[in-house]
Every structure is written in C-alpha cells, then in structure tokens.
C-alpha cells in the first residue's frame, strides 16, 4: 500500500483471537507441508542428492529400488539405463520443475491481471479488443502452440518457461476480467471516482486488492497445470535438454524401459502427481476458506 | 443573500441504448447559493439522481452523456473542461454522498486510509498534516475517539458510524458543494434524524452548500432552504421550502404532499397519484404530467408549459398558472 497513515490503535480488542489455528486443519497443513518440504528439497539439492544428477555408473545400471530384489541401498530408488542416481535425479529435478512453475505462474499471473483488470474497469472498445484476443489464445490448444514453439526455438529451460506462458495468461486475464467487471459497479469504486481518483489509481489501489483472493485461488490451481505441462513437453523431447533432470524428461526417460525398470519413471512420476494433488488441495482449502458462503456452512 | 455558487442551465443528459435515446434529464435549470441546501425531489426515475452525477460528470458508462446545457461552477463551465481538471474538482470542489453509503468503503483498507486517499490526492500535504486532516473531518461528523477509529476496517463499524465515515471522506477536502442523494434512504427513523441534524451541523461549520436529492417531503420540510419538485427529467416546480408546502402551484407538487402520510389528520386512504410516469423513450409531446393530471385542459395535451415566474424565487411550469 502506498504510504500508508500511520496507525494507533489503543489496544485492539476486536479482531483476532477467534477464529481456529489454520495448523490445525489438515486440508491445509498436509498440502503445505508437502509443497513446503519440496521447495526445500529443491533448493538444498546438492547436499541433500546422495549422488550428482549426472554421475554415470555403468556397473550398475538398471538397478532396481532398494526393497526390490536386487535392491541395495546405495541407490535408494534404483539406477536409470546408464546408471543415473534416481533419487539425485528426481531431488534435482524439483529445481527445475518447481521453478519453472514458479516463473511462469509469475509471468502469467502478471499478464493476465494486468489485461483483466484494464479490460474490466474500462469496459468498452478496451475490453471487447482485449477479450476477443485472450479468446483467440484460449482458443488454441496450448500444448500444441507450446510444442510448436519449442521445437522451433529449440529445447531449453527458457524455452519452456516462455512457451507455457505464451498461452498460458489467458485464463488468468478471464477470471481477472469478470472479477473487475463486478468491481467496477461497486459503491466504493464510485465513490473513489467521486473524490476524484485517476483510473489508473482507481485499479490499482481498489480494484485490485480486492482480486487478490480469486487470483490466489488460481494461483495454487495452476501451479499442478504447469508443471504437467512441463512433464509433457519434456516428455514429447521439446522440454528441458539431458542431462539436465526434471521431472518430465525423466519420465520420458523411463517409457522404454517401464517392463523391465519400472522405478525410472514411477519416482518422477509420483512427485508431479504429488505437486499436483497438494497445490489442487490448497486451491481447494483457498476457495473455501474465501467464499463467504461457504464459510458460513 | 449570499452569492450564487452553483447555475445549472437547461441540462440535457441522455442515455443512448439500443431502443433509442432516454432523455433522463431534459432541460433542468436551477442553481445553489453559498451555505444553502437546495432540494430536489421526485419519484424514482424522474433524473434526480442522473442530475447529482451530471453536475459531477461521472454519469454511467457506456451510454450516459450530458448532451447540451451548461453546469457553471464558480463562472467555470464544468463541461467545457478537459479530463484531468475536471478530476480536480471532484472531492474538492464538489463532492458527493452515495444512495447507499454503507457499501462505499473499500473493505480492505483501514478507514483512515480511505480518508487520506482524497486529503493527499488534493491538498498534497505531508504525513503529520495528512493525519491532522483526516482527524479533523471524522471530528466534524462528530465521530466519537477519531485516532482509534482510524485504524479500523469498514466492516467493524457500525452502519450509522459508516455513513459518518462516508461524509467524512466527502467533506475532508473542504468542498464547496455537496450532493447528497438520498443518504438517509438505507436508515431507520431514528438514526435518519439524526443524520440529518448532523449535516445541518456540517453545513453551519464549513459553510458547504448541499443539494440534497430524496423522495422524502418530510426530509424535505427538515432540511432544505428551496426546493426543485422533478418529473420524468424536467423541474416542474421550484420555491422556497415553506412556499411549497404552503402554496404548492403545480398540480403534481401538490399531489405529492397530499400523499405524504399524516399523523394529524384522519383521513381513510392514503393519497395517490393515479397511473404512472411517461417512458423516458417515449415522452408524449405536450405536458409530460398531462395523462395523470386532475387538471388537464386541451392545451396540456399539445404544447409544452413555458416556466413562468409566480413568485419571489417561486416558479412554475404548469398551463394553469397564469
């Protein structure tokens, strides 16, 4: 908030102290925990990988997880074909597929709030021009768009990132778009125009901190999408290069393999199902949690 | 007499939809003195409302647009001017009080801060000062330990406290003009009462003018010095508050008083007016209060009333006024 007055509230009796620890709810504790324990994981990589994600031991490739037959726990989740690390592989894999993530729901969120918010609060010629763009973009399939621009560019990690983005603001610029329409009528909106406050200041200060639920919601919900995405193009080889991990490339790896190594593509695997599920579940307890009608329930 | 503040001349304001133009205002002349509270009244969709937002040209978009007339402000014609001067005037020179006041403030920011948005957008004061003036405009509406109230969000205040907080971000740039419309129509007797003692309290502090826009004659008879009577987008009728009540000219001002519950005489039925307000789309061409007039001769039915002069300040648009 831009310079704010500076408050003095003698002895606040009335928020606070009502309502029960969040700690305590498990839709929300589980989910953040698991996410949280992943970021770790993610950034504490190289102390935390037994092995570097790209050592290579050919004397024992293939090796199965350590409670398989032939199973030993100096590859606690087994060996890929050339003797990779898996559990190395999948903890540094979390580096690259939670960024990726992380970068693209903040290019995506920004655009897509950006054009939603002017869209909405100044109707008219602005908004029918910039909605019939975002339907254009919905109106591709995004994996399509994202695997064309890859392959054109060339695989990378920035290649990734852009090309899930490209098309991946849209739906953010919707949900952002129909939250400022409704916010446009609002008494208090009227009446900041009243005093004379500019439309840029109007959307900044009044429109938008009044979205930040929705786009919080969408946020956590998108968070499983992209990295799916990822997994996909990596999957399809327009992903992330070898001998980089992620978790998509990974999985990939593995396909050939799945009836004689079954763990190469299964650890990966769970961890984006993993991700997934817990950001859905945040979504889900978000939702709730600000939905004042199902609050009360 | 205190000097003129505030002309409006022959305002037009359209909305242009999709089945043609709705002449929500059609010609309303009037204008406000310095310190006075210059009523308009009318029923619901007769432009009172389109009339307050006109003066402030923040009419609805798309479609609302002040097609003729003149507001002058001051001697400045508010609708000669551009964008950004235009945003300097509101909240500093002419300010205004929503129909419901209640849902006015940003729920997500502290009262206070709401308050110093249009003390800094104005008056381009530093901090102290900034705290110095929002204090002082919760003080004038007379709100109870301001420094504690500041910091608290709308939804922990009570309704009646709200709307004080809403008057207070109207008054804390010290404008000139305030439009009310109908902020006493969300609150129950008491509380409007009270309201209304505070603005008239408001108004012999700052010296502000108010046009104040309600259906209420009662509120009326309370509040205002003069008094515009509105019907489907024209002024039928301007006096005096107590020319009006007294010797009410226009057929439809006295039909309006006549409905005004009493508690001190015993009538049977309530009065009404019979039938309904022409459509704004399609105005018939003679009188527009013609087809629900007990009055109306051959003439109303063909050609506008001319506004004629009855009185000191009293005048009328009305074929049997001569």
Known sequence: MTGAVKITNGGDIRGGARRTSIFLQWTFFIPAVVLLLLVIMAIFAPVLAPYPYDQIAMSDRLMPPFFAEGGSTDHVLGTDLIGRDVLSRVIYGARISLSVALLVILITASIGTVLGIIAGYLGGRTDAFLMRFTDISLAFPAILIALLFAASIGPGYWTVVIAISLLGWAPFARLIRGEALKLREADFVAQARIIGTSPLRIMVRHIFPNIINPLIIMVTLSVGMIILTEAILSFLGAGIPPPAASWGNMVNDGRSLIDVAWWISTFPGLAIGLVVLAGNFLGDWLRDKMDPRLRQI | ?322
């Open chain 2, 1 to 322: 007499m205190s000097k003129v503040i505030l002309k409006v001349e022959d305002l037009r304001t359209s909305f242009f939809t999709r089945k043609g133009e709705v002449k929500a205002v059609d010609g309303v002349s009037f204008y406000v003195r310095e310190g006075e509270t210059f009523g308009i009244v009318g029923e619901s969709g007769c432009g009172k409302t389109v009339t307050g937002l006109s003066i402030l040209r923040l009419l609805p978009e798309p479609g609302g647009q002040i097609v003729g007339g003149k507001i002058i402000m001051d001697g400045t014609n508010l609708l000669e001017l551009d964008k950004k001067e235009m945003r300097a005037y509101r909240g500093k020179v002419i300010s205004m009080i929503l129909q419901d006041p209640m849902s006015s403030l940003n729920p997500v920011y502290p009262i206070g801060d709401q308050i110093a948005e249009a003390v800094r957008l104005h008056q381009g004061l530093r901090d102290e000062m900034v705290q110095q003036e929002v204090i002082s405009a919760l003080r004038l509406l007379q709100i109870p330990t301001p420094e504690v109230i500041l910091g608290d969000y709308p939804f922990q205040l009570s309704g009646g406290m709200r709307q004080r907080v809403v008057g207070a971000i109207a008054m804390s740039c010290h404008p000139r003009l305030l439009i009310a419309d109908e902020p006493t129509t969300a609150l129950d007797a008491t509380i409007q009462a009270q309201y209304i003692a505070l603005f008239k309290d408001v108004q012999k502090k700052t010296n502000v003018s108010i046009i104040f826009i309600t259906h209420d004659f009662g509120v009326v008879a309370n509040m205002c010095h003069r008094v515009a009577v509105m019907y489907a987008g024209k002024i039928v009728e301007t006096a005096s508050t107590s020319t009006i009540f007294k010797s009410p000219r226009h057929p439809y001002t006295s039909a309006l008083i006549k409905s005004v519950p009493r508690l001190d005489r015993k009538d049977k039925r309530l009065y009404s007016i019979k039938g309904q307000p022409p459509s704004l789309l399609d105005l018939p061409p003679g009188c527009r209060f013609f087809p629900r007039c007990p009055m109306a001769k051959n003439v109303c039915r063909e050609q506008e009333p001319p506004e004629v002069e009855v009185g000191d300040g009293h005048s009328v648009s009305c074929w049997g006024v001569k």
